[in-house]
């Protein structure tokens, strides 16, 4: 019996596709009923038959930090995949990030331990890779540091990572993805790629020249599996396709989407009272935080990523970001009309 955690997100659902198509005696566990329509509509991209799909899954009702029920869904389960999380970078929600992304995942790792799973795949994230003070690309041996102004988000992956290299001590075979901003279809109100290519349509009014890295959620299934059919262990990678600055991102999307890219640069100047005003608004009058100080820094870092490891394990080649984009930003104008 294979679990996926986070069945119901966008590398969680896109993973449940892939494997239902293969395989047989799949778990899934979710948290919020209404989430399960997500699911069925990333399903119904790709094939007509995803009721017949989506009911093959075994679903279970429970949450990471509800044990009891918890427990129950790894009856019999012999690999899992970790993809549930807490996505934020709001610094009010640290508690949260902590309680789901490393309490949580220390509940999956000691049932995994108990259970005596053979094998765990957790997804974490390139924000839980270290920084370098140089422009040095940024590889799976780049060390964390603590003292470096991480975000709340990049905290507790990281913590969570720890959980897991906990479990392979503790007996259990474990792999780490860390994935860049993952581009794939159906999340358009997310937080997430979804989200950006849904701004850039409605129009962003502002560039900055700050690098990440992206990646398709195609590729980051298809190198999970591959990595939990091999005899690979207890080992991290970073999958990503390529490094691009926050304007090439803008720009390619806006010319796919058949709108204005951004006009102006948000200079530092700008991105330092923003943040400020920022928190100034949730002290007065408890709004909700859209630009920390770490987003704010983060969107003029250039930050870049090396994928070599990966494609050496593995022979794996990447999918081209755009063509990525083209397909992605497909599915979304088809959900405008259809909206």
Same mark, same amino acid.
């Given at each position: 019996?294979?679990?996926?955690? $986070?069945?119901?997100?966008?590398?969680?659902?896109? *993973?449940?596709?892939?494997?239902?198509?293969?395989?047989? @005696?799949?778990?899934?566990?979710?948290?919020?009923?209404?989430?399960?329509? /997500?699911?069925?509509?990333?399903?119904?991209?790709?094939?007509?038959?995803?009721?017949?799909?989506?009911?093959?899954?075994?679903?279970?009702?429970?949450?990471? %930090?509800?044990?009891?029920?918890?427990?129950?869904?790894?009856?019999?389960?012999?690999?899992?995949?970790?993809?549930?999380?807490?996505?934020?970078?709001?610094?009010?929600?640290? #508690?949260?990030?902590?309680?789901? +992304?490393?309490?949580?995942?220390?509940?999956?790792? +000691?049932?995994?331990?108990? %259970?005596?799973?053979?094998?765990?795949?957790?997804?974490?994230?390139?924000?839980?890779?270290? #920084? +370098?003070?140089?422009?040095?690309?940024?590889?799976?041996?780049?060390?964390?540091?603590?003292?470096?102004?991480? /975000?709340?988000?990049?905290?507790?992956?990281? $913590?969570?990572?720890?959980?897991?290299?906990?479990?392979?001590? =503790?007996?259990?075979?474990?792999?780490?993805? !860390?994935?860049?901003?993952?581009?794939?279809?159906?999340?358009? %109100?997310?937080?997430?790629?979804?989200? *950006?290519?849904?701004?850039?349509?409605?129009?962003?009014? #502002?560039?900055?020249?700050?690098?990440?890295?992206?990646?398709?959620?195609?590729?980051?299934?298809?190198?999970?599996?591959?990595?939990?059919?091999?005899?690979?262990?207890?080992?991290?990678?970073?999958?990503?396709?390529? +490094?691009?600055?926050?304007?090439?991102?803008?720009?390619?999307?806006?010319?796919?989407?058949?709108?204005?890219?951004?006009?102006? =640069?948000?200079?530092?100047?700008?991105?330092?009272?923003?943040?400020?005003?920022?928190?100034?608004?949730?002290?007065?009058?408890?709004?909700?935080?859209?630009?920390?100080?770490?987003?704010?820094?983060?969107?003029?870092?250039?930050?870049?990523?090396? %994928?070599?490891?990966?494609? @050496?394990? *593995?022979?794996? =080649?990447?999918?081209?970001?755009? !063509?990525?984009?083209?397909?992605?930003?497909?599915?979304?104008?088809?959900?405008?009309?259809?909206?």
């Amino acid at each position: 019996m294979i679990l996926v955690t $986070g069945g119901t997100g966008l590398v969680g659902s896109h *993973l449940l596709y892939k494997l239902a198509t293969t395989t047989k @005696n799949i778990r899934a566990i979710y948290r919020r009923t209404h989430k399960l329509e /997500s699911v069925k509509k990333v399903f119904s991209y790709y094939t007509e038959d995803f009721e017949t799909l989506f009911d093959s899954i075994d679903w279970v009702e429970t949450d990471l %930090n509800d044990l009891p029920t918890l427990s129950e869904a790894f009856n019999n389960v012999t690999h899992v995949y970790h993809c549930a999380a807490f996505v934020s970078f709001e610094p009010d929600k640290y #508690h949260q990030l902590r309680k789901i +992304n490393i309490q949580g995942t220390a509940n999956i790792v +000691n049932l995994c331990v108990a %259970n005596n799973v053979q094998k765990l795949c957790y997804v974490s994230s390139i924000a839980a890779i270290g #920084h +370098n003070k140089t422009n040095d690309i940024i590889s799976e041996t780049t060390e964390w540091n603590p003292e470096y102004d991480n /975000s709340v988000y990049a905290i507790t992956k990281y $913590g969570a990572e720890i959980e897991v290299w906990r479990g392979t001590q =503790e007996g259990v075979d474990a792999v780490i993805v !860390n994935p860049g901003i993952i581009l794939g279809p159906g999340y358009w %109100n997310g937080g997430g790629s979804g989200s *950006l290519i849904k701004q850039v349509y409605k129009g962003f009014s #502002h560039y900055t020249h700050g690098v990440t890295a992206y990646v398709d959620v195609w590729d980051v299934v298809a190198i999970m599996q591959k990595l939990m059919q091999s005899d690979i262990k207890n080992e991290r990678f970073i999958l990503i396709s390529d +490094n691009l600055s926050f304007k090439e991102f803008q720009d390619k999307t806006a010319k796919i989407l058949g709108v204005a890219p951004a006009k102006k =640069e948000a200079s530092k100047f700008i991105l330092e009272m923003g943040w400020r005003l920022d928190w100034l608004n949730h002290k007065l009058f408890g709004k909700r935080r859209r630009l920390s100080k770490q987003v704010a820094k983060t969107a003029r870092t250039k930050t870049f990523y090396d %994928n070599s490891k990966i494609k @050496n394990a *593995l022979g794996f =080649e990447f999918s081209a970001i755009d !063509n990525s984009l083209e397909t992605v930003c497909g599915y979304f104008m088809k959900d405008q009309r259809k909206s």
